[in-house]
DNA sequence: AGGTTAGTGACAGCCACTGACAATTGACAA
DNA sequence: TTGTCAATTGTCAGTGGCTGTCACTAACCT
């Protein structure tokens, strides 16, 4: 059982969070400031600075919470899948346990449309790409491992990622701009994208 | 002929430009006020903005003269190429042709230093990022275009364009990392991780 | 030469963020 | 319980990036 303490914190924590978030969906990023989302919870400006670094770390908690599931995921995947496959399976599955990992904050939806918001905010995008460089050294590591290679002797790990990353940002563009707001939609343009690449590799675009 | 306030507006600009980065490649970028890179060029900080968006656009605008050089380059390749073949000889190009697009701001030794503080500080590896979306958006529409394709029907250029920028990424990374500074180190990685992308995507690792 | 326009400096102000210190509140033991 | 310690918070003051405004000067144009 958890000290009160922890529970008061994890409560601020979570209204701020929660305020955030429906400040920034609602009135949009820039033109929330800290001091209303602090109001709104009614705790100082201080107090938000020392629950989240910055006014976009508040912004990006929600996403930061799926990728870190995210990775893991990866890590648990069957060793003999090659890593392409596990990322795919990885990111698939993801999306369909979403549920599981936001609720307890906020209502799916609510965490669909944070994520417009983040694609839609230039300051908020950048943040979240820088972001996902230290991710995706992250599932380096994990494949190099589960090939018991050497990061730093071969190139594959790195560029297995990297090409991945770039599709599943390539994917969250297009989704973020596509009329159809749904959970499906998005599962749809994943493995459409993923199909996409070895064609897209190829030399020759005429035969499809 | 240039007007005089032409000119004018030409050596305020390179000024601010050449301290700015004289600065964060000497203190750091975090480390370096506006108000120094100001004061360096004798002008006021309200003059700065007038020629920059922002701290972080003159830490960048090197960097932006060689890409608009690169986007203008993949536009020129022959038509008759793959697009993977086109995007990988204008960025080899771009390297061979480095000097020329800096030189008249500052040398070049100056500009790679400028590269490596621009990976190591986050809030502008997140700029440098973001700029990256808006720039493989313009490849896409190139490759769509030199391919007879419709951008909206056919996933592939995005695809394209976002393998290509995924392994430019692993490249630049690595590179900002190497001891070795050189130019050739930088086209040497750049080969290399162009012609691992082939073999890392194949499922089996153990044949190579 | 004289009116027009572009570029600049000075000033005031907003907002994100930080350090320091004091006040409050929960944790835990006597 | 109660007293002590430690964690959490509020207050305050300050820094730095960035913007709007306005008056002034220098370049342009006829």
Do not use: C
């Not at 770390?57 to 392409?84: G, I, S």
């Not at 999306?95 to 990992?101: F, G, L, M």
């Not at 990353?165 to 993923?194: K, N």
Request: aromatic share 8%.
């Amino acid at each position: 059982m958890e000290t009160l303490r922890e529970r008061k914190k994890q409560r601020t924590r979570d209204a701020l969070l929660r305020a955030a978030v429906e400040l920034f969906t609602s009135r949009g990023y820039e033109r929330t400031t800290v001091d209303e989302i602090a109001a709104a919870v009614d705790v100082s400006q201080r107090t938000f600075f020392r629950y989240f670094a910055g006014k976009d770390e508040a912004a990006l908690a929600l996403v930061e919470m799926t990728v870190e599931r995210f990775v893991e995921a990866v890590r648990a995947r069957p060793p003999h899948e090659p890593p392409m496959e596990a990322l795919r399976q990885a990111v698939l599955d993801g999306w369909d346990s979403i549920n599981e990992v936001v609720e307890s904050v906020v209502p799916v939806e609510r965490y669909l449309r944070m994520y417009r918001v983040i694609e839609s905010t230039p300051v908020l995008l950048a943040a979240h790409l820088r972001r996902s460089v230290e991710v995706e050294e992250d599932l380096a590591r994990v494949v190099a491992e589960r090939e018991g290679l050497d990061l730093d002797a071969d190139p594959r790990p790195r560029l297995a990622v990297a090409v991945f990353s770039g599709v599943m940002r390539a994917t969250e563009r297009q989704w973020s701009t596509d009329p159809d707001f749904g959970l499906d939609r998005i599962r749809a343009l994943t493995s459409l994208y993923l199909d996409g690449v070895g064609p897209a590799l190829l030399g020759d675009w005429r035969g499809a």
